[in-house]
Every structure is written in structure tokens, then in C-alpha cells.
């Protein structure tokens, strides 16, 4: 069975893609900054309208053909804040405009760069859904000042729009509720409930609902859960059952509306523990699991404060290749991973001396060896069934030169950091497909 990159599996556009891009660029036509139409931009930079349906077979996400289709992306947030460049805003307040404005020329960038990319994670940012904002506290309390009014206004006026402008550049999306966890959920809470609100009016929206290019995440790193015992943790004992009936309960809300939808489901511990879900599986179709990784995450390589690179957080490990690849497979793979696709929607990694460039600090070192980068991708590939992004800021992505030479003292063009083996291996799983698919 051939394993295809998504965007070989849509060449040669259907009538259903033809028809898709039609649709999504009616009301909300995508900036065009090179002075010709969307789908001129499009397939300017290599890519084609989507429209194809994936689905969940097993372990596997899967073309209409039945190919295997691992993707390649980065991710985008729309609030002043992420949206900066060198300490600097680039929109401000509500500015409608100039949030689309600024994200779609980054996208457009990115892929006439050459980015051999077929997805987008979406985070509708709480910058737009929130109320009385100078009294909470920060992503993890955007739920106790949510506005239904405000969710619906901006999901028509920002979220959507750029879920079509990104379908328009040949990408899927990955769309994310607004804010994170707080540090404990519980069954019926008001994070719970909130969930349930957002979800079901995605799940209602024409835009989105049982459109082949968009799949959900139902939630960004839920650290703890509380039982109806009383116990707190991230796994384990009556946690197990209702942490699971937590997701189900969310999972049922959306289709019960008829939405189909793929739906990737996270894990506690910041999205590293699915211990839950091996005793007790989401049930239903299309669905998968949503997982994080970064530097001294299942037994990874990071830098140490002696400066020295070695494995980090779970103690005990052997580090390098050897105990990243033991420790992943123990927490994902023999959990969720040997029945359902896997999506990695965070990792990113950058040498040392660029902190802040990155969330994850370590070095792409050599598969098999010492490092992160080059051993995380070496076990993703291994194991078959991974999807996964660069969580690098997309500004940076945007200003990236194929063309210029490798530099050390440039966080850019540093091979150490993720940028450029991350373009190369993106271009690389793009080449393998192209050339798997002429056959």
C-alpha cells in the first residue's frame, strides 16, 4: 500500500474540488498580492484546489483511494500579540482588515517560497472571543469570559476567511478552539460545557461543516482531570473512564449535528499521556489523536542548564534515538497510535542561542544519535501513521530564502535549528510522493 502526500492525491482536481474552490471564494475573495487570481497563486506555488475527502481507516488517515496520507504544515494564531514581528505589532485592536491582511500575505509567502506543505492549524484565537478583557487572566480562563455573540461574529469575520484563503493556497485546515485547558477539567465543568458551545456551532456552520478540507482539535493540552472521585491526575483509576467520556461527550455533540467531520482528540499532560484512551477508545468514525512533542518530551534530547545536550523530564531515559524512540512508542504509539492516526500539532526546536525564537530548545543533531530534530523525524516516518507540523513562528517561515546558504549565526538558516531540515524534509516527503504517484 502506497503511502501519498496529500497534495499528490489531489492532483488532477476534481469536479468536487472545482466546485469547492468555486464556493469558498464567493463572498470572501483572498487577498491577491501577486496581481493575479487565487487559483492562478495557487498553482503558481505548486498546489491545486482541494476537495478530496480523507477519512480514518484503522491506524491510517486515507485518500478516496485508499493511499495512506501522512501531512506536512505549520500552524497560525490571529491576535496582536502572536502576530508581532521583532517586539513590533502588525495589527492592532479589532482590526478585521488588517488581521487577514497581514496572516494571508504570510501564508502567501510561505508558499511561494517553495514550503511543500498541505495543512494549516488554525487557532481561533480568545483575542476575539472574549468580553470585559482587562479582568482575565490569559488563555487558560478565555472560557469563564466567553461571548457566544462575539465567537459567531468573528467566525464569520476571521476564522472562516482564513480557512478559505488557506484552502484557496491548496492546504487543509486544523482548526482549534480559542484558549487552553485550564490545569483541571472535569466532567461537567464549565470548560466542558464551553467546549460543547464552541463545538456545536462549528459543527453547524455551512462553511465548515462536512467540508473535506477541515478537521477539528478539540482542544489545546489538557494538563489534569479530575474524577468524581475526587482524584486528580493525568491518567489512571476512574480518571481513565471519564477523562474519555469527557472527549466522547464532545465528540457526540458535534455529530449529533450531523457533522462529519475528522476529529483529532488530545491527552493530558499537555498532550503527551493517552493512557485513557487505550482502555477507553473515542468511538466512532474519523477520528485520531492530536499530540504534542518538544526538546526533553518522551525522553528527547534538550539542552541542559550545564549547556550540554542529553535527555530531560521523563528520568531514566538512555536519550539520543534510542530512548526518545522507547519512550514514544510506549506513550503513543502502544496507547493510541497502533489503532488511530496520529497528528502532531506542536514541536519545534532551535539551537541555544536562539531562545525565544522557539518553545523547544535543542539541536537537529543525526538520526540515530545525539539531538532532537533529526530523531524525531526519523521515528515519525518509522512509525508510519504520524502527521506533523513545525510550530516555528510563520513570520519566520515567510522570510526564509531557499536559496540562501546555511549560516550558524542566523536562526533562519541555522541547519541546528528547525527551519531549514524542516524545509528540506517537507520537500523531500513531497519529491517521494510525486515520484510514487507517476508510477
Excluded at 108 to 120: E, L, P, S, T
Excluded at 139 to 150: D, I, K, M, P, W
Excluded at 179 to 193: A, R, T, W
Aim: net charge negative.
Amino acid at each position: 500500500m502506497k503511502i501519498i502526500n496529500l497534495r499528490n492525491l489531489i492532483l488532477g482536481t476534481s469536479l468536487m474540488a472545482a466546485s469547492l474552490f468555486m464556493q469558498s471564494c464567493s463572498d470572501d475573495d483572498p487577498i491577491d498580492y501577486s496581481g493575479h487570481s487565487a487559483e492562478s497563486n495557487a498553482l503558481e506555488a505548486g498546489l491545486v484546489p482541494l476537495g478530496e475527502p480523507l477519512h480514518v481507516d484503522g491506524k491510517y488517515l486515507k485518500g478516496p483511494d485508499g493511499q495512506i496520507v501522512n501531512l506536512h504544515g505549520f500552524a497560525q494564531t490571529y491576535s496582536p500579540w502572536f502576530n508581532r514581528v521583532d517586539g513590533k505589532e502588525t495589527w492592532s485592536n479589532y482590526d478585521v482588515a488588517g488581521c487577514l491582511r497581514v496572516n494571508q500575505e504570510k501564508i502567501h509567502k510561505i508558499m511561494k517560497n517553495g514550503w511543500a506543505m498541505d495543512f494549516v492549524r488554525l487557532h481561533m484565537d480568545p483575542h476575539w472571543t472574549v468580553v470585559n478583557k482587562h479582568d482575565q487572566g490569559g488563555e487558560a480562563t478565555a472560557h469563564l469570559y466567553f461571548s457566544q455573540a462575539n465567537f459567531k461574529k468573528y467566525l464569520d469575520e476571521v476564522f472562516v476567511p482564513m480557512a478559505k484563503y488557506m484552502q484557496n493556497q491548496g492546504l487543509r485546515v486544523v482548526m482549534r478552539p480559542p484558549g487552553v485547558c485550564p490545569e483541571v477539567i472535569e466532567l461537567d465543568d464549565k470548560y466542558h460545557n464551553y467546549l460543547k458551545t464552541v463545538w456545536k456551532i462549528v459543527a453547524t456552520h455551512p462553511d465548515l461543516v462536512n467540508n473535506p478540507n477541515i478537521m477539528f482539535e478539540l482542544a489545546n493540552e489538557p494538563v489534569k482531570f479530575r474524577a468524581s472521585d475526587g482524584k486528580e491526575g493525568a491518567s489512571g483509576g476512574l480518571i481513565n473512564k471519564e477523562l474519555s467520556q469527557f472527549f466522547q461527550e464532545i465528540v457526540d455533540v458535534i455529530r449529533q449535528e450531523g457533522c462529519n467531520n475528522i476529529l483529532w482528540v488530545p491527552g493530558t499532560s499537555w498532550q503527551q499521556n493517552y493512557e485513557a484512551f487505550k482502555e477507553y477508545p473515542i468511538q466512532g468514525k474519523n477520528i485520531g489523536y492530536a499530540i504534542h512533542c518538544y526538546p526533553g518530551w518522551y525522553g528527547s534530547d534538550c539542552y541542559q542548564k550545564t549547556g550540554e545536550i542529553a535527555p530531560d523530564m521523563w528520568r531514566g531515559s538512555e536519550g539520543g534515538y534510542t530512548g526518545f524512540k522507547k519512550q514514544f512508542t510506549a506513550a503513543i504509539m502502544n496507547t493510541v497510535g497502533n489503532k488511530a492516526p496520529i497528528i502532531v500539532t506542536e514541536m519545534d526546536w532551535a539551537s541555544q542561542k536562539y531562545q525565544g525564537r522557539t518553545w523547544g530548545s535543542s539541536i537537529t543533531g543525526v538520526a540515530g544519535g545525539k539531538g532532537f530534530g533529526a530523531n524525531f523525524k526519523k521515528i515519525m516516518d518509522e512509525c508510519g501513521n504520524v502527521s506533523y507540523l513545525t510550530f516555528a513562528w510563520d513570520h519566520d517561515m515567510a522570510s526564509y530564502d531557499p536559496n540562501h546558504k546555511a549560516d550558524d549565526s542566523d536562526f533562519i538558516y541555522d541547519p541546528e535549528s528547525c527551519i531549514v531540515p524542516i524545509y528540506k524534509w517537507f520537500k523531500e516527503y513531497w519529491d517521494a510522493a510525486t515520484a510514487a504517484s507517476e508510477k
